[in-house]
Antibody, heavy 123, light 114 residues
């Protein structure tokens, strides 16, 4: 069974840092592009960051560029999100999500998603 | 960024009746080279992550009941549930992937039982 399990969320003060992890199982992690997507409490979905299967290509949403760093360890089947200079508006559930393989290539839709980990930025 | 706008924001439908959710993109998500619409639909139940329902605007994901269907092209899309079941109560989101690596979602439509 394909499974993604996030961890590392919690309460952090504004300006602080946090590192999220996503443990993957049930598929060949090193063959798949991955993403982080977040959802503020009671709000909609916002794509945060993308990383290619090898880790050589990385993209960020403008809202987190320069503050967040995505990375992966294919030997450990793990995806990470280092979050620095956190702000109140970063408060959200953070999901890791896989890009399924498709004939037309590229990272298109997201499936599956992990259960998410809650990050709360507050003093 | 491509802005995705869903309507309505909330919807109440009787069991067994049809539910229709609309999604409009601020620019076309139809890629001319392959004639595909770069649009997906997700279902999110309370306390759960989003679940993929439909991709390429009308291709149903494996295991998704056939009462769910997607249609539309260019900038206007529709998710239809042909006969609403109690387990379909959820928030539904559309997502464009035409603008690769600048993915955007609609604001969500909350579907309830009337």
């Amino acid at each position: 069974e394909v499974q993604l399990v996030e961890s590392g969320g919690g309460l952090v003060q504004p300006g602080g840092s946090l590192r999220l992890s996503c443990a993957a199982s049930g598929f060949t992690f090193s063959s798949y592009e991955m993403n982080w997507v977040r959802q503020a409490p009671g709000k909609g979905l916002e794509w945060v960051s993308y990383i290619s299967s090898s880790g050589s290509t990385i993209y960020y949403a403008d809202s987190v560029k320069g503050r967040f760093t995505i990375s992966r360890d294919n030997a450990k089947n793990s995806l990470y999100l280092q979050m620095n200079s956190l702000r109140a508006e970063d408060t959200a559930v953070y999901y890791c999500a896989r890009c399924p393989h498709d004939f037309w290539g590229g990272c298109n839709w997201f499936d599956p998603w992990g259960q998410g980990t809650l990050v709360t930025v507050s003093s | 960024d491509i802005v995705m706008t869903q309507s309505p924001d909330s919807l109440a439908v009787s069991l067994g009746e049809r539910a229709t959710i609309n999604c409009k993109s601020s620019q076309s998500v139809l890629y001319s080279s392959n004639n595909k619409n770069y649009l997906a639909w997700y279902q999110q139940k309370p306390g759960q992550p989003p679940k993929l329902l439909i991709y390429w605007a009308s291709t149903r994901e494996s295991g998704v009941p056939d009462r769910f269907s997607g249609s539309g092209s260019g900038t206007d899309f529709t998710l239809t549930i042909s006969s609403l079941q109690a387990e379909d109560v959820a928030v539904y989101y559309c997502q464009q992937y035409y603008s690769t690596l600048s993915y955007t979602f609609g604001q969500g439509t909350k579907l309830e039982i009337k």
